[in-house]
């Protein structure tokens, strides 16, 4: 199924050329862009992929290894299981180099790869295999009969193949010898630059998931910005640790290497224990991270001083809020330097980062001197602005909403016409989130996020960021993890809560403690009413915690507190009342 699937409306179109020159890569499909990389001399020899798992079994590729089972694995996906150009094939796995193996040989192939969490519900599982008309699904041995159960209700599924780690090689699970070398460039189906490439499903916290439809040169167009921004060279090795079913984890350290000719390490998942080690004995160049790995860091290693870095030059982080104490913490803490960036599954990966050459003053500053850590600038080939409800642009520090033009644009929402409307205007991709902009001396428009548009607190009409909130919450030294929600107040229509996470071995710190706290830097508006005590943590696979879902799960709890009236001492009393 090609992209015309997708219905790609004006705004789409617009959104996606943005009126600038359109990067012209030296390729015409991923095939071809694929064979240059693995039949290249001076590359053939290099590891391009090592894979750790949980058992200690590691595995690694060399260019000329990783291509010839990549062709062989389109050869069993074209001629044993009949899968062509547009197929979309589903995949249930973890991080594993099996999963890299199949999505690269579906790229080659031309066919569409459509992950699915395997933590995801039954519903939701069900519901992207039968949307996306899934003809293939792989999956991990344990999975294969609650899969066959429902096959009978998915009648686009022809075909179902269980994996396990039995074999030394994937060839020998389909059934091929361990190949003696790579078919010639003439084997391969040569697809188009614009056919569809993945299909992601957006993990929303109400409704159906929706599919955004990614293209090759989707993929290719910002693995070209984010090695070119970064720097990311031959003999450069990017390490992954978040879960390859997304598009931060498959676009920046599964594509980005082989683009820019240099080493990926996927670890099976992330584990604080190794993570430093692995740094040291594979040289590795940079790791992208989410802010929730920071922390996990920042609790469980004092002191890195042990190991040899010599080849790290940072952290990629975005995906995920981040706050200005953790950044100050963790710099302070380890000499790492943070790389923020922002994007979105609609923009294939990362849109903007903070530029790479800043001095460490400037650095701190965009990090730390504003409300919120900057996003830094559009990667090239994007535009970013931050646009009113009209669609006109703002002025400087004003708030708005986040949107984005350029190639690295989905293609839109996969049979979802009202989505496509609704997220797709005035020539832009709407993002959902609240921003700003700042200007630097030199005129560029460093871009800041203040919070998603529907979490925002509306109380008495005032539009408040949780994210803001979330930052004092997290400040207090007994809490580990603390996050604004708001609910339902007759009086000011919402009200404002904190749920905490405390740390392990402190005290437990009192409501009226917690409350004091925020007064010291809050406004009795932001500050919360409420403060809720819990155990666990909502997070999404990539270390979002998932904000509305908590909301949810607190709705009970807090809805004693509806027709209450919260009001504060006159003379800056940090004391709270509540009145029936």
């Not at 071809?32 to 690694?60: A, I, N």
């Not at 070398?181 to 929303?204: N, P, W």
């Not at 703002?394 to 979802?416: F, N, W």
């Not at 666990?536 to 998932?546: F, L, N, R, S």
């Amino acid at each position: 199924m090609m992209i015309d699937t997708v219905s790609m409306n004006l705004n789409i179109k617009q959104a996606h050329r943005n009126g600038r020159p359109p990067l012209e890569l030296p390729f015409s499909s991923f095939a071809q862009f694929f064979h240059q990389r693995v039949t290249d001399p001076e590359l053939m020899k290099d590891t391009y992929l090592t894979y750790y798992d949980d058992t200690g079994m590691v595995r690694s590729y060399t260019y000329e290894e990783f291509g010839m089972v990549v062709i062989r694995t389109v050869t069993f996906l074209r001629e044993q299981l009949g899968i062509q150009r547009g197929d979309r094939i589903a995949i249930l796995l973890f991080n594993h180099d099996y999963t890299v193996l199949i999505y690269f040989a579906a790229w080659v192939l031309g066919a569409v790869v459509v992950p699915i969490d395997i933590n995801e519900s039954e519903n939701r599982r069900f519901y992207i295999l039968e949307h996306s008309e899934a003809c293939l699904a792989f999956c991990w041995e344990p999975e294969y009969e609650a899969l066959q159960d429902i096959r009978s209700r998915l009648p686009h599924l022809r075909h179902l193949v269980s994996l396990g780690d039995g074999s030394s090689s994937l060839m020998e699970i389909m059934g091929y010898p361990r190949p003696a070398k790579a078919d010639g460039q003439g084997s391969l189906d040569q697809a188009t630059f614009y056919d569809e490439a993945l299909i992601v499903y957006t993990s929303g916290t109400t409704g159906l998931p929706k599919g955004v439809v990614l293209t090759i040169e989707n993929l290719l167009v910002d693995a070209h910005g984010i090695a070119r921004w970064h720097g990311f060279q031959k003999g450069h090795c990017l390490m992954c640790v978040l879960p390859i079913h997304h598009v931060n984890g498959i676009v920046v350290t599964l594509i980005t290497p082989l683009y820019g000719q240099g080493r990926a390490v996927l670890n099976r998942r992330f584990h604080q224990s190794v993570f430093w080690s692995r740094i040291q004995d594979e040289g590795v160049t940079c790791v992208s991270v989410v802010p929730t790995i920071l922390e996990f860091l920042l609790e469980g290693t004092p002191d890195i001083r042990k190991y040899r870095l010599d080849y790290f030059c940072g952290l990629i982080c975005g995906a995920g809020p981040l706050l200005k104490d953790t950044v100050s913490r963790f710099e302070h803490q380890f000499h790492v330097p943070i790389r923020h960036g922002y994007g979105l599954s609609e923009t294939t990966c990362y849109s903007s980062f903070l530029p790479v050459n800043l001095s460490e003053h400037e650095h701190r500053h965009w990090l730390t001197d504003y409300d919120y850590p900057s996003i830094g600038l559009p990667i090239p080939y994007n535009d970013m602005a931050i646009l009113n409800h009209e669609g006109k642009p703002v002025a400087e520090g004003e708030r708005g909403e986040i949107c984005i033009s350029g190639q690295t644009v989905c293609s839109g929402y996969l049979k979802r016409p009202d989505a496509n409307d609704e997220s797709f205007q005035w020539g832009w991709f709407r993002s959902g989130d609240e921003g700003f902009f700042v200007r630097d001396k030199a005129d560029r428009s460093f871009f800041f996020i203040s919070g998603r548009l529907k979490e925002l607190i509306i109380r008495g009409g005032v539009n408040i960021s949780p994210l803001e909130i979330d930052e004092v919450l997290r400040g207090h030294p007994s809490v580990k993890f603390g996050m604004a929600v708001s609910f339902e107040n007759r009086f000011y229509g919402e009200e404002i809560a904190g749920y905490l996470v405390v740390k392990e071995h402190m005290p437990k710190p009192s409501e009226d403690e917690i409350v004091k706290w925020c007064r010291k830097a809050l406004p009795f508006a932001k500050c919360p009413k409420v403060i809720v005590f819990g155990q666990e943590v909502p997070y999404t696979t990539t270390g979002k915690p998932k904000r509305l879902e908590l909301k949810s799960r607190l709705s009970q709890t807090l809805a004693q507190y509806h027709d209450v009236q919260f009001t504060s001492f006159k003379h800056g009393s940090t004391q709270n009342h509540r009145t029936p």
